[in-house]
């Protein structure tokens, strides 16, 4: 993982001993700073007679927790956002204390007991979303986005970033809205921390959600190649001209058509439950997607575990692909764009008028 962001994770009892330092960002140098900084804090607390909570240096900064008988130290560049900051340091410290109140209370000086801390803390790292962050912030590929936003599981904008020029701010809430419904839908058909997923719309941009235990990440990038002109031609075709030219496609394990009504129009079964929540991210991305962009969203892809759904919403009808297998945005945007290059070039005889009274 790297280091740029976040550059030191330290816990030290209220007389400066240090109990854990975490491995990954540590320098052999903890007792020399453990007492450096308990000095500080116990001359700010004497003198104005306040808590420290923050220690500003030239080019990082210190953030300091306090709780019964522990400081945790969470030391971070100048370029990680403060409140996303504060929200990593308190969930990694909220996990510290609950995991270890017990030593604590108990503790005799063998801090050997906290070792196994090392391999929670990266983990809790990695459920903030903090690799990801650090990719966005310093990589070139975060800088390439649109925009992208890193929300609290309460839905609240951590951090709120735009690359695009004129970039419509209000878009932030959309975001929000597609955070908690793909919560909502992956938290119904599995584990949610692993939950991901993508809306592409007419015009070429590519919404992404992922779902981490401890945040929820949406961004947005802009793919020339899935600009697509034909969608109307699918209008015309029939239920099983779609599922051949899908299921040619994108080799599914399961694919059905349903008309606006949810009603497959090869069955005449109603959808199913779990296919009603994932179609809830429709309704969220549909309202916002056309508040943005110019053409509504054409294709939806759910991660999750080791399963996928994809759904391609038409103009009149809704196809349903289920994988038994993860996929990857990269050849959902091959695939996408091999479909719809295919329907322009295909003419149907079936007027679309004959279509809708169906």
């Excluded at 030593?103 to 007991?113: A, E, H, L, M, Y």
């Excluded at 590519?206 to 945040?215: D, E, G, N």
């Excluded at 575990?305 to 996929?327: A, C």
Aim: glycine share 4%; charged share 25%; proline share 2%.
């Amino acid at each position: 993982m790297s280091q740029v962001l976040i550059k030191r994770i330290l816990i030290i009892t209220e007389y400066g001993v240090p109990i854990f330092d975490y491995e990954e960002y540590g320098r052999d140098d903890e007792v020399l700073v453990s007492g450096l900084l308990t000095a500080i804090l116990r001359f700010v607390e004497e003198t104005e007679k306040e808590k420290l909570s923050r220690l500003l240096l030239e080019e990082s900064q210190f953030l300091v927790i306090s709780k019964d008988s522990l400081i945790f130290i969470f030391q971070i560049s100048d370029e990680m956002p403060g409140d996303y900051a504060e929200y990593v340091s308190n969930c990694m410290f909220e996990k510290f204390m609950k995991k270890y109140s017990k030593q604590i209370k108990d503790f005799n000086g063998n801090v050997s007991i906290f070792h196994d801390f090392q391999c929670r803390c990266k983990e809790i790292l990695l459920e903030c979303g903090a690799d990801i962050v650090d990719v966005l912030i310093h990589d070139q590929e975060g800088r390439n986005l649109r925009a992208w936003c890193l929300l609290s599981l309460d839905y609240e904008p951590l951090i709120v970033r735009a690359n695009a020029p004129n970039y419509n701010i209000d878009s932030f809430t959309i975001f929000q809205v597609l955070g908690k419904s793909v919560k909502k839908v992956t938290s119904k058909l599995a584990n949610y921390s692993k939950g991901t997923c993508f809306h592409v719309t007419h015009n070429g941009n590519v919404i992404q959600t992922i779902i981490l235990p401890h945040a929820i990440i949406t961004t947005e990038s802009f793919v020339e190649e899935l600009k697509v002109k034909g969608i109307k031609h699918f209008k015309t075709k029939t239920a099983q001209q779609l599922i051949k030219m899908f299921t040619k496609t994108y080799t599914p394990d399961s694919i059905d058509v349903y008309s606006k009504n949810l009603v497959s129009t090869t069955t005449q079964k109603e959808i199913h439950d779990d296919q009603k929540f994932i179609l809830d991210l429709f309704k969220a991305a549909e309202k916002g997607f056309q508040y943005l962009f110019d053409s509504p969203t054409h294709l939806q892809i759910l991660n999750y575990d080791e399963k996928s759904y994809i759904y391609v919403k038409l103009i009149n009808r809704t196809i349903v692909m289920e994988f038994n297998r993860t996929i990857s945005v990269s050849t959902i945007i091959e695939l996408t764009k091999k479909v719809f290059e295919e329907a322009i070039i295909v003419k149907d005889d079936i007027p679309a008028a004959v279509l809708e009274r169906q």
